[in-house]
């Protein structure tokens, strides 16, 4: 026999045993691989919206800085953006899915208030900053995105290996064994009734 495991009925029972759990730990695993797949494909979806929103915008807000460049110059708009205050604290908390802990940015978003002089500035100015400031919550979804992908696609990655090693390797092998303790001690049966059969025989001609 190939396998070093005694050929007998109890270690036939636990290495059907073994065999089964790992049958349905590799279900479990298949199915946890095509939810978080699922959950991945969702959210790069979500990601390249998110993305093409923000590449619009830039361009925008780029326009209009362009405009406010020219028309109050760079050191006028250095010193107004040096009232613009602080990014307000935003929290980070988690949801699971199948296990794995994905990011959620939680703010508050702000309407847009203006921390400067009117007098100041210009228009292309003011609708720079509005934009910008929208800008910001897009960048807060995309990275709360996009760490949830990098976070699922490396559980994807593990999963895939641990069913693998189920699939490939201790699945094979516990029906391995289970073949060969039961090709043995059905051999052993068939030599016990033969056994049986020919001591029979012989009290039966004396």
């Known amino acids: ?104 940015v939680k703010y508050q978003e702000k309407e847009r208030r203006a921390e400067y002089s009117f007098h100041r500035t210009t228009s292309a100015f003011d609708e720079a900053s509005i934009d910008l400031h929208e800008v910001k919550y897009l960048i807060y979804e995309l990275a709360e995105v996009e760490n949830s992908v990098f976070k699922l696609a490396q559980e994807i990655k593990k999963t895939q290996k641990r069913a693998n090693a189920l699939d490939k390797i201790q699945i094979p092998k516990y029906t391995k064994i289970v073949k060969e303790i039961e090709n043995i001690l059905q051999e052993k049966e068939r030599e016990d009734f033969f056994r049986l059969k020919k001591v029979k025989d012989k009290k039966n001609r004396k």
């Not at 915008?57 to 800085?65: D, G, N």
């Open 1 to 104: 026999m190939a396998t070093k495991v005694i050929p007998t009925k109890a270690n036939l029972l636990q290495t059907k045993a073994s065999l089964e759990f790992a049958k349905k730990g590799y279900d479990l695993l298949d199915k946890k691989r095509t939810v978080l797949i699922k959950e991945m494909m969702d959210l790069n979806k979500k990601a390249a919206e998110i993305q093409n929103k923000i590449v619009v915008e830039f361009a925008k807000t780029y326009r209009a800085l362009e405009d406010a460049t020219i028309t109050m110059g760079t050191e006028s708009i250095f010193e107004v953006s040096k009232a613009v205050p602080l990014e307000d604290d935003y929290e980070v908390k988690f949801r699971s899915v199948m296990g794995v802990e994905l990011p959620k």
